[in-house]
């Protein structure tokens, strides 16, 4: 079932997406060479605690992992596409690291991702990098009610596919809430048959997760990090945006 938000519901979730992208700018500023994963995860910490909000991964579980996620943020790095687990991991010249936060602050949930190039990167990279961005982007501009999941589907995979990339199709958006993830699910992909109208007061997470070869991923031995199967890089960008009378509101900005 869909939870459509009100105006005021959405001023709530409006804060705790601030404080998502006041995490995510400043790992932005803090990702350089040398600088390890768990060292980023301090610092959404202490945004945390300065705001007086929770992290919504930190105790996380889910079916296909046998314990409780272990850090604040999400830290993936190149073929990693989602879940990476903060830890000792130095970050090198040339990787695409993607951070993935979630908030909880007054009930209400934020949720966005961003990946960041460290320095230089090759062309095939900037252009994962660039395409990734570009189709968050457009699935946004046309995400407005009278239009369908589907339209943000098609968008993001047309986008993807012209430049030779892949849609991965094990993982997909969400709705988001009093809950992290709620209905509907929100696929990067044509067909899933997960189709529904955009309506005012619908608050969805479009995060599309795009590899450089093959869509097919798998887990890795930690339990929670999900990994192209043939070891090429993904790319990673989100936002939790609000369906309104205007077209939509992208809630996770500063």
Known sequence: MIIYKSKREIAKMRESGRIVAEILE???????????????????????????????????SMPS???????????????????????NREIREGDLVSVDVGVLKNQFYGDAARTFKVGEIDPPRLNLFNTTARALELA??????????????????????????????????????????????VPNFTGSGLNCPLREGMVIAI???????????KTASNGW??????GKPSAHFENTIAI???????????
């Open 65 to 87: 992992s046998k314990s409780k996620y272990p850090g604040h943020i999400c830290v993936s790095i190149n073929e990693e596409v989602v879940h990476g687990i903060p830890d």
């Open 225 to 230: 990090t999900i990994v192209t199967s043939d």
């Open 244 to 254: 309104t009378g205007n077209g939509s509101e992208i809630l996770t900005i500063l």
């Open 26 to 60: 400043r790992a932005k500023e803090a990702i350089k060479p040398g600088i390890t994963t768990l060292e980023l995860d301090v610092i959404a910490k202490q945004v945390l605690d300065a705001n007086k909000a929770e992290s919504a991964f930190l105790g996380y």
């Open 140 to 185: 946004i501009n046309i995400a407005k009610a009278g239009n369908e999941l589907e339209d943000i589907a098609r968008v993001i995979q047309t986008t993807v596919e012209d430049q030779g990339f892949s849609v991965v199709r094990d993982l997909v958006g969400h709705g988001i809430g009093r809950n992290l993830h709620e209905e509907p699910q």
């Open 207 to 217: 995060e599309p997760m795009v590899n450089m070869g093959t869509f097919r991923v």
